[in-house]
Nanobody, 119 residues
Framework: QMQLVESGGGLVQAGGSLRLSCAAS????????MGWFRQAPGKGRLFVAS????????NYGDSVKGRFTISRDNAKNTVYLQMNSLKPEDTAVYYC????????????WGQGTQVTVSS
């Protein structure tokens, strides 16, 4: 079992920045990919970004390309999401997730951290 703990959420004005962190513990030896998802009130969970744990190759959702950057620190078992030029529509609960090798989907999830962007 892998445990994921997010931190770094908060309230920020439009145009501002935040950095989210996700620390992993437990069975971390067979990671394949880690990602960030978000869910706004009354809406479904949406893909934000992901990163291949070994190569560092990133993928981004269309709505955050050019504004968000995902990165990882292998030594700390931590993945980050740097969010710049934040917009009110970025307001959501942000979840960290891990996909282990051989898994078809993300199979470990954090508890989420709230990000609120005021206009």
């Amino acid at each position: 079992q892998m445990q994921l703990v997010e931190s770094g959420g908060g309230l920020v004005q439009a145009g501002g920045s935040l950095r989210l962190s996700c620390a992993a513990s437990g069975r971390t030896f067979n990671w394949y990919r880690m990602g960030w998802f978000r869910q706004a009130p009354g809406k479904g969970r949406l893909f934000v970004a992901s990163i291949n744990w070994s190569s560092g190759s990133p993928n981004y959702g269309d709505s955050v390309k050019g504004r968000f950057t995902i990165s990882r620190d292998n030594a700390k078992n931590t993945v980050y999401l740097q969010m710049n030029s934040l917009k009110p529509e970025d307001t959501a609960v942000y979840y960290c997730a891990a996909r282990t090798s051989g898994a078809a989907t993300y199979d470990s999830w954090g508890q989420g951290t709230q990000v609120t962007v005021s206009s």
